[in-house]
């Protein structure tokens, strides 16, 4: 049986659509520090929404960073945890958040130069 052809032709791309957006780096942050319950994840971000933290959530399961995992209990328990794939991740975005806090401050200035203002 042949495997799917991919929807999107340049996996960079692909890739870098569904985890570079606003959130998916923070979930995927909070997480390196372990397994947490959704209301955990909530606070661990702080100001996501419920709705957009879900998504979120959802998009990173189905493309297999996050693993989540429901209880048999009364009320549900959910826990959420990286998988491997999650957490071979972790380097690379790590140079992405030095890199980024190392030249914060110049990237701010190049886009007030850009603006007509004073660097």
């Known amino acids: 049986m042949e495997s799917p052809p991919f929807d999107q032709p340049c996996p960079i791309r692909d890739v870098l659509d569904r985890i570079g957006d606003q959130w998916s780096l923070l979930v995927l942050d909070a997480l390196a520090r372990g397994t947490l319950r959704f ?44 998988t491997d794939l999650g957490r071979s991740i972790l380097e690379p975005m790590g140079q992405l958040v030095a890199w980024a806090e190392a030249n914060h401050r110049a990237i701010v200035e190049a886009r007030r130069r850009a603006a007509g203002g004073v660097a």
Not at 62 to 73: L, N, S, W
């Open 39 to 82: 209301n955990e994840l909530l606070r661990a971000i702080g100001d996501v929404s419920k709705q957009m933290l879900s998504k979120t959530l959802k998009r990173l399961e189905q493309d297999g960073f996050v693993a989540r995992r429901v209880y048999p209990e009364v009320p549900p328990r959910v826990e959420y945890a990286l």
